[in-house]
C-alpha cells in the first residue's frame, strides 16, 4: 500500500487549505482513512477519520466545525478541508488507511501511513 498526501503549504491565520491522500495497493473503499498530524516538538495527534463508504466521520474536538474529512472512492482518495486555519494549525499532516473502525483516533489503528506534508499558518 502507498499512500501519497498533498497540498500542504505557507497560509494566512483564517485561510484555507484542501489536502489529499492517494491511495493505492488494495482496494480503496474497503477501508478507513485517517489525517493525523505532528507540530515540531509534539506526539503526532489524531485531526479526522472517514469509514470506506463515507458514511461515518470521527473529528478532534480541536478541528470540529473547521475541518472536513471527505473521499472520492472512484479516484482512490482522501481530502482534508482545512478552514478558519489558526497558527496552532502548523504541523506536518499525514494520512493513514486502517482496517477497523474500533478506535479510529488511535494510531495503532491504521497500517499504513503517507509521507506528510506540511501546513504552515502565519499570524
Known amino acids: 500500500v502507498q499512500l501519497q498526501a498533498s497540498g500542504g503549504g505557507l497560509v494566512q491565520a483564517g485561510g484555507s487549505l484542501r489536502l489529499s491522500c492517494a491511495a493505492s495497493?488494495?482496494?480503496?473503499?474497503?477501508?478507513?482513512m485517517g489525517w493525523f498530524r505532528q507540530a515540531p516538538g509534539k506526539e503526532r495527534e489524531f485531526v479526522a477519520a472517514?469509514?470506506?463508504?463515507?458514511?461515518?466521520?470521527y473529528y478532534a474536538d480541536s478541528v470540529k466545525g473547521r475541518f472536513t474529512i471527505s473521499r472520492d472512492n472512484s479516484r482512490n482518495t482522501v481530502y482534508l478541508q482545512m478552514n478558519t486555519l489558526k497558527p496552532e494549525d502548523t504541523a506536518i499532516y499525514y494520512c493513514?488507511?486502517?482496517?477497523?473502525?474500533?478506535?479510529?483516533?488511535?494510531?495503532?489503528?491504521?497500517?499504513?501511513w503517507g509521507q506528510g506534508t506540511l501546513v504552515t499558518v502565519s499570524s
Open positions: 495497493g488494495r482496494t480503496f473503499s474497503k477501508y478507513a
Open positions: 472517514l469509514t470506506g463508504s463515507g458514511g461515518s466521520e
Open positions: 493513514a488507511q486502517g482496517s477497523s473502525w474500533y478506535a479510529p483516533g488511535a494510531l495503532r489503528a491504521y497500517e499504513y
